[in-house]
């Protein structure tokens, strides 16, 4: 290889090191670790998050496969000390975060995932250190300097998953709509959720631009975690990527719940939905022009999420102010 073009190689890698989100971890684990209570010994679930912390310089100076099992550990442990710190003295099978109370996964890989929806949603409230937050968030809060939840918003959830931003949103005062496709979630979990905690309505729905029944490909493993058949399929994704049980689920637009419904308006829109994210906002035009509400919108799914979802939200709205940090957009009307 020519020598020009090593060098310019080199100096993309490397600016894609400075951009990228493991060095982001990197300088808010360092400023973590001049606090003078690093490693906080004195607090169990800050010690914990101090060794997730402790990884972030093995993934990036050497690789994230190494740290994979190292963090499957770390993520038990500390689920048992949840368990340990956190079960509802009424009912075993609940947690309860100062009043956020959530049902207990009932696999091991649904013990995970919520371990890791913990530390992104619940890290100011468990671990009360702003520079360690920073150092443990995976794919970033949902709540983020002009976008946070009020009490008294309508708060859309769009891909609920088993509730807890909505039982965040309800413990802030708020009413929720909680949007999800798949039966077995709402069965095995956001009923109990919503049981537990004021002002959460289900909606047996999947948000996108259009209404109707569509077929879904539910993950083997994950059963949280699905996406739109024909949709992911259109994306380039091969069927074993796309997971490998069938199921039906009814769609239909935000536009059209909320005329439906006499919803008054939408505060709040928050979604993480295996990147139907663009679809969700192309059926809530309508909502996004007339009501502004704040977003907080995953963007990893797909390459081009951060071009696209820009795009829609200002042709809704030119007057929206957008961010991006972590895995996330946010987005608000001053």
Request: glycine residues 4%; charged residues 25%; aromatic residues 10%.
């Amino acid at each position: 290889m020519p020598i020009a073009k090593a060098m310019d190689k080199l100096i993309e890698m490397v600016d894609s090191r400075m951009r990228g989100e493991l060095f982001r971890k990197m300088r808010y684990y360092k400023l973590a670790k001049r606090s003078p209570e690093w490693p906080y010994s004195e607090n169990s679930i800050q010690a914990f998050a101090c060794q997730m912390a402790k990884l972030v310089p093995w993934a990036y100076y050497f690789t994230s496969i190494s740290v994979k099992a190292k963090r499957r550990k770390l993520l038990d442990n500390i689920y048992e000390l949840l368990c340990d710190r956190y079960t509802l003295a009424e009912d075993k099978s609940l947690f309860s975060f100062s009043g956020i109370v959530l049902p207990k996964p009932a696999t091991l890989v649904d013990k995970r995932i919520l371990v890791w929806e913990l530390f992104d949603l619940l890290a100011p409230l468990l671990i009360k250190s702003d520079s360690l937050c920073f150092a443990v968030y995976d794919e970033g809060p949902y709540e983020l300097g002009n976008v946070k939840i009020d009490s008294g918003d309508i708060i859309i959830d769009c891909g609920a998953n088993m509730g807890l931003f909505s039982a965040i949103a309800s413990n802030k005062g708020a009413i929720s709509y909680a949007f999800e496709p798949f039966e077995y979630v709402i069965e095995t979990y956001l009923l109990k959720t919503a049981e537990c905690n004021p002002n959460i309505n289900i909606c047996n729905y999947a948000l996108l631009d259009r209404e109707g029944q569509l077929t879904f490909s539910q993950d083997s493993e994950l059963h949280t975690v699905g996406k739109i058949t024909n949709l992911a399929k259109t994306e380039g994704e091969t069927p074993e990527a796309v997971g490998n049980t069938e199921v039906l689920v009814q769609a239909t637009t935000l536009d059209a719940y909320v005329e439906k419904n006499n919803i008054p308006r939408v505060d709040f829109i928050k979604a993480d939905i295996e990147g139907a994210e663009r679809y969700m906002l192309r059926g809530s035009m309508k909502v996004l022009e007339r009501f502004a509400p704040k977003l907080a919108i995953c963007t990893y799914h797909l390459p081009d999420d951060p071009k696209v979802l820009r795009e829609i939200i200002l042709e809704a709205n030119p007057n929206y102010v957008i961010s991006e940090q972590f895995k996330k957009m946010y987005a608000y009307v001053p």
